[in-house]
């Protein structure tokens, strides 16, 4: 089982960046797939990056690919998700989540589920205001 502690949201401009930081615990850390979702009120939570154990692959969900970019240090046991060029459409709480690595060619297959995920943080609120 991993532990995970998010940081780094908050309130910004349509346009702004922001760099949220997830924070590991557990000895499996760099045998993991890392995951980033979020959930916008009212809405079902939805996959946004993901980027395998050793960090050589990333995958993304449309709507912020080219602004969106997931990362890992291994060495430090975290991931960051670099978003640059936010909309008012990405509000949303997000999340940091671990999966089991063998999850990986499935879910960039047929798309990762929250469902592949079995470790979660509390959530960290990213609001773009226009």
């Known amino acids: 089982q991993v532990q995970l502690v998010e940081s780094g949201g908050g309130l910004v401009q349509a346009g702004d960046s922001l760099r949220l930081s997830c924070a590991a615990s557990?000895?499996?850390?760099?045998?993991?797939?890392m995951g980033w979702f979020r959930q916008a009120p009212g809405k079902e939570r939805e996959f946004v990056a993901a980027?395998?154990?050793?960090?050589?692959?990333?995958y993304y969900t449309d709507s912020v690919k080219g602004r969106f970019t997931i990362s890992r240090n291994n060495a430090k046991n975290t991931v960051d998700l670099q978003m640059n060029r936010l909309k008012p459409e990405d509000t949303a709480v997000y999340y940091c989540?671990?999966?089991?690595?063998?999850?990986?060619?499935?879910?960039?297959?047929?798309?990762?589920?929250?469902?592949?995920?079995?470790?979660w943080g509390q959530g960290t609120q990213v609001t773009a205001s226009s």
């Open positions: 989540a671990a999966a089991d690595s063998s999850i990986w060619a499935e879910g960039i297959s047929r798309g990762f589920r929250s469902a592949d995920f079995g470790s």
């Open positions: 980027i395998n154990w050793s960090g050589t692959y990333r």
């Open positions: 557990g000895r499996t850390f760099r045998s993991v797939t």
